[in-house]
């Protein structure tokens, strides 16, 4: 099971920030280890986002993205108390579904 | 008569280094835009996974006797967490030594819930595919402490001792590039390639290097704690392999944390 994501969630006036700390190694796929060999990619390729059940973000991350990501955006239409859910997948199909609610 | 000389001298100076003070200027620039850059990325701190992490494991009951972590004692009291890394390193009659906050935490998880003093001292730098206890529960102890001040005491004598240890340790040359902690920590304004050297000797430069550690360390991609700090320093002295929890660590660790009281402990932190 994958570690907890840190989530923040926050209404500034008319707008709803969420800042999302995410705990993954985001293996490059082009890292060798102490043995010289190749330590296969691993990392997270997309990001869900909804608040109240309608999707705020979506994105498709690759290699360029750095280990324990850390993504934080705003969006219009949140209302404080919302419930903020993310998801993210892996290239290894592994997930991990994290929630907050909007303060 | 004198007074006016020296003006005399200081201007003829800077009539003939015209190009110094502004060179000055733009390194304090680059020096405070990379400071509010710092303060951007502190943002998003890795730091608080391992914080996650670590109170979990604290409240679990963890090793054969099963039993969480709620009665160990980091010399403010069974259980009591908040502010404890202020007040450490300390004296410990229990153990009859002085200890740091790792060390005390080893005692923990090896007296309260019979872990092997082996496997406690198994993985004590985390890396890829393997974490570190140790540093999960520091990086939560010390986010208990931020905000507190520092305030490390010498009235016990064995502290003390540690403390003048650790002053002697760290000017001490040796190894095969005859280094001490000094000789790079020892002067203002230097550095080695793009970091920044803290002038340890002087007591702004040892309070602010003491209350950023443990820090999540982004050319590690871990959560460093202050042994691996000092762990790393004797590797880049040349020095022996720097044992974990030796008095030779706490003694540093003690004359450091010492030397930083009164400031604000501001970790868990968050470095290159």
Known sequence: MPDPMKIRANQLGDATEVKVLMSHEMETGQRKDAQGKVIPAWFIQSVDVTCAGKTVLTAQWGTAVSKNPFLSFRFKGGNKGDKVVITWVDNRGEKRTDEATVA | ?272
């Open chain 2, 1 to 272: 008569m004198a007074r006016f000389s020296t003006a005399a001298v200081v201007a003829a100076l800077l009539v003939f280094l015209p190009g110094a003070p502004q060179a000055q200027a733009q390194a304090s620039d680059t020096a405070a835009q990379i400071q509010e850059y710092r303060d951007a990325l502190a943002d998003g701190n890795p730091a608080e996974l391992w914080d996650a992490r670590g109170e979990v494991m604290w409240k679990e009951a963890r090793g054969p006797k099963k039993v969480s972590l709620a009665q160990c004692d980091l010399g403010m009291g069974a259980g009591v967490v908040k502010n404890a890394y202020a007040h450490l390193p300390r004296y410990f009659a229990d153990t009859g030594r002085v200890m740091d906050l790792e060390t005390r935490l080893i005692h923990c998880m090896t007296t309260l819930q019979g872990i092997s003093d082996a496997d406690a001292h198994k993985i004590l730098f985390g890396g890829p595919g393997k974490r570190s206890d140790v540093e999960a529960l520091a990086a939560y102890v010390t986010s208990q402490s931020q905000g507190a001040v520092m305030d490390v005491s010498l009235a016990d004598p064995h502290v003390r001792r540690m403390y003048a240890l650790g002053e002697k340790i760290f000017f001490y040359r040796g190894g095969s590039h005859d280094f001490a902690c000094a000789t790079c920590h020892g002067e203002e304004n230097k550095r080695i390639r793009l970091q920044d050297l803290p002038d340890l000797t002087t007591k702004s430069g040892a309070q602010k290097a003491y209350t950023t550690w443990p820090a999540y360390r982004v050319s590690q991609g871990e959560l460093r704690t202050m042994q691996w700090r000092l762990n790393d320093c004797f590797r880049q002295q040349r020095f022996p392999d720097l044992v974990f929890g030796s008095p030779a660590s706490i003694a540093l660790t003690t004359y450091l944390a010492y030397n930083a009281n009164g400031a604000v402990y501001a970790g868990p932190g968050l470095k290159r």
